[in-house]
């Protein structure tokens, strides 16, 4: 199944489930989508096709699983293994499919918001792997040093690759001992250098050339739009350990 389909997504709203919640700062509502409601690597637009859960935090959108979500979300999940850190708990549909591998022997997770600590254990606490999980509260940039880790993903962003994630990559990389470092956005970043030739095919692992070539066969990729800060785009190659041509 692509991970680009329509199929896809309701697959994983399925292993997601019902979230619906109201405590403290933190609510979960379904909402169907409609107008601009773009994928993770291109434009797009919606016409009632399917309802989503969507996280309010003091009566603002914060996140929601949608098409982006679970896009921009495939490749962290299937490269997760063995001691797993991740920043930012979110609505918690990534660390529960990482919990449930059974490659991943443990979960540390930084997220500064109570309230959304207190909602994901209130929902999702009888889930298969959550004993793996141990969520640590407070900022992540001061709470994350001297850790050792084989895979970290950091998703504190509220909006696609926002310049932090550079300086972020490089402060944890250079305090912490981690094998893979991956940060949300990180596939559009490639995806966009390679469209400008800062970055050859061959510097791909594997599964992102697989991720790319689906996302090339898709109905969608007419869509594609870049990153188009190529300064930006070269110190996300650096960050990452990717050499620009």
């Keep these: 199944m692509s991970v680009f389909s329509d199929d896809y997504l309701k697959q994983e709203l399925d292993f997601y489930g019902t979230a619906k919640y109201d405590k403290g700062s933190v609510m979960i509502k379904e909402s169907t989508l409609q107008g601009r409601c773009d994928d993770y690597l291109n434009v797009n637009f919606r016409a009632g096709e399917v309802s989503v859960p969507i996280m309010y935090i003091n009566g603002s959108i914060w996140m929601s699983i949608t098409y982006m979500e679970v896009q921009s979300m495939f490749i962290p999940i299937a ?23 059974e490659e991943v022997d443990s979960i540390d997770i930084y ?24 969520i640590i509260f407070g900022d992540m940039r001061r709470k994350l040093k001297g850790k050792t880790y084989d895979f970290f993903f950091n998703d504190i962003y509220q909006r696609l ?60 990729s007419g869509m594609f739009r870049p990153v188009s800060d190529i300064s930006f785009l070269k110190k996300c190659l650096k960050a990452i350990d990717r050499p620009c041509r």
């Design 79 to 101: 490269v997760a293994e063995g001691r797993v850190g991740l920043g930012g708990l979110g609505m918690g549909y990534a660390p529960l499919r990482i919990a449930e591998k």
């Design 111 to 134: 997220e500064n918001n109570k309230d959304v600590i207190k909602f994901f254990t209130d929902k999702f606490k009888n889930r298969k792997g959550f004993k793996k999980i141990n």
């Design 161 to 220: 690759l926002p310049e932090e994630v550079v300086a972020d990559a490089v402060k944890i990389k250079r305090e912490n001992e981690i094998e893979t470092y991956h940060f949300w956005g990180q596939e559009k970043a490639l995806l966009s250098a390679a469209n400008y030739e800062l970055i050859r095919a061959s510097y791909f692992t594997y599964r992102e050339a697989q991720y790319f070539r689906d996302f090339i066969e898709s109905d969608n």
